[in-house]
DNA sequence: TCTAATTTGTGCGTATGTATG
DNA sequence: GCATACATACGCACAAATTAG
């Protein structure tokens, strides 16, 4: 069966005309899912092409989930589907609620026959090398959400270069990608600048924050923020066997504890807004509602996915921060 | 006992389908411990190999221990401990909060060596397709969340039989495959007819069904629900425009809504668990505190995740309706 | 165990035509 | 007309995996 086929001189380059053969015989039927494509150097020779043209073609293929390639044995086919004409990477660190936002609205400004295919690490490198390493030269694009690993670079530089978009925080070994990321040093502190004639109602500022997972950028935002003030301040790691005192404002960074401390609240009856503020962090529906309202200080997910998606139609090297905003409410 | 096969012309190495026909007869216990491994040269000429293709398989072998091999007499099983890392084929319907506590129950229930990965058709029978026949043969098991889709049995029909697991929805069609999932309709059914003194301080239920993406199973509940009782009642798919009245008490099933009917009240003034009751579908975090408690009929994610990981480690072949809550509060 | 042939993977250099400003 | 960037195409060298004899 001649799979390939390859003319001179008409308006098209020959490795599209590869990729369009193989595509021909896919919809014919002479192609079919686990099937042995002719090696490079059968069609190189055949065609009196350059091996590159070839690879050039193969490569297309290879990213669109087409074709899948064995080193030492040859290229199989993958998918009979050929109306993906990209596809695109995303490593997230975990599975969470803000990533439904940001990930529907990526999707949504996309284009329909770009497929994007969802990965977590977990925070763990092993498995964000593993990942990476796994699906080198399988995706036209790779967007990935950096976490707090060293070597992260030296793994993200085993992919093509031109290829990679980093998403949410960037780290400076990192500056030379294009990223849409939360400045979450100046977001905190600028947000807590902004509210400032509203924290004057309180006498010390505390904040919550627990976990290794968190930015840094965080903690040093808020420490910048009291060193240019002259509030009382404390950070702790979590509210138990903690006795919450009149006049404290309580920067939350994640729901759970949120919820911990409203019942605090109101077992020591005392008042959200007046007696004890909350500022939490990450917008989410129901805290419009909770308590008359829950200030928060959130990046716009929805815009981070939109714009993320733009980058990458529009092949932008650009750094973005992502917008944040303070939405003030009944609990400050 | 045929334990070795090899193929040609497919993608993978030769020398590494002999491995795996081995750790194969392992599994499915054609090979016991002491038990003698076909001769190299047997190998070699039933399928024509090279010498070396299958030293390399039995070398491999070898070096982690399965086999162990005796001069002049030939190979043979030492260890049936094959420590091969197993590979889950997830596939959700759309990436949502909800996703979170089952993935993560699912995971943690887990032992370390297995890797989940996970897709999502977003309701599309394309998708849906693409993605099972994409991965067959990759996987150890598959793990499916349908959705209304025809021709959702055809598709998952080419999958081996024992490796696939039905989540969160059965259809009758495929309750031939072990399943966990939520019973819509007697969940829906019970917790209403649980309520029912709180219910009863009401006039009016309204279920308010606004997407096709949401069971049907749940619409089926609530029909059989109001046939039983003399409640006046009304099906609606908005809130748009909506005017409460006094004595309604509504059953809401996505968050977004919940939001627009507590505003809705807020600005008629009514007092929620007086004027207006409301039931929400689904447990979050910040339900607890909302409006002093909403009331929630939920089924247990976590539970469903650690059920899920159970069943698939012991191979259990299973329906399991996935337990279900209604937790009364100041809402109602 | 060694050698050899074939395959993919990767990096570097070069040349040409085309579009853009 | 000139400079530049980009896509296309070619050639070469070496590395690593697969398989054969």
Same mark, same amino acid.
């Given at each position: 069966m001649n799979i390939?086929?390859?003319?001179?001189?008409?308006?098209l380059p020959k490795y599209k005309q590869i990729v369009l053969s193989v595509e021909k015989a896919i919809t014919s039927g002479n192609l079919k899912k686990?099937?042995?494509?002719?090696?490079?150097?059968?069609?190189?020779?055949?065609?009196?092409?350059s091996r590159d043209t070839v690879l050039m073609a193969f490569n297309e293929l290879k990213a #669109?989930?087409?074709?899948?390639?064995?080193?030492g044995k040859g290229y199989y086919l993958k998918s009979e589907s050929i109306d993906v004409t990209q596809k695109v990477f995303l490593l997230f660190d975990e599975l969470n609620a803000f990533k439904e936002n940001l990930y529907t609205s990526f999707l949504n400004s996309l284009n329909d026959n770009?497929?994007?295919d969802i990965f977590f690490h977990h925070f763990s490198y092993d498995m964000f090398s593993k990942l990476i390493s796994d699906n080198i030269g399988s995706y036209n694009y790779y967007i990935i959400m950096p976490a707090n690993l060293s070597q992260t670079?030296?793994?993200?530089?085993?992919l093509p270069f031109d290829k990679v978009y980093i998403l949410d925080q960037i780290h400076d070994e990192l500056k030379q990608y294009p990223a849409i990321y939360q400045n979450f040093e100046d977001d905190i502190y600028?947000?807590?600048? #902004?509210?400032?004639?509203l924290l004057n109602k309180y006498k010390k500022i505390v904040l919550l924050f627990p976990e290794k997972k968190q930015p840094q950028g965080m903690l040093v935002g808020f420490q910048k923020f009291r060193k240019s003030t002259n509030f009382q301040h404390e950070v702790i790691n979590s509210l138990d066997d903690r006795k919450l005192e009149k006049g404290?404002?309580?920067?939350?960074?994640?729901?759970?504890?949120?919820?911990?401390?409203?019942?605090?609240?109101?077992?020591?009856?005392?008042?959200?807004?007046?007696?004890?503020?909350?500022?939490?962090?990450?917008?989410t529906l129901l805290k419009e509602i909770v308590e008359g309202g829950i200030t928060t200080?959130?990046?716009?997910?929805?815009?981070?996915?939109? #714009?993320?998606?733009?980058?990458?139609?529009?092949?932008? #090297?650009?750094?973005?921060?992502?917008?944040?905003?303070l939405i003030i409410r009944n609990s400050l």
């Open positions: 390939i086929s390859v003319e001179e001189n008409i308006g686990g099937d042995a494509l002719p090696s490079i150097n059968a069609i190189k020779n055949k065609f009196f092409l #669109r989930g087409i074709i899948e390639s064995i080193v770009i497929q994007v670079k030296k793994v993200i530089e085993k600028n947000s807590l600048k #902004r509210a400032i004639t404290e404002v309580y920067l939350v960074l994640d729901d759970q504890n949120l919820i911990v401390l409203i019942k605090k609240m109101k077992d020591q009856k005392l008042t959200i807004g007046k007696d004890i503020g909350i500022i939490s962090y990450n917008e200080i959130s990046t716009d997910f929805n815009q981070m996915g939109k #714009r993320l998606a733009q980058m990458i139609l529009n092949k932008e #090297r650009v750094h973005i921060e992502n917008q944040n905003d």
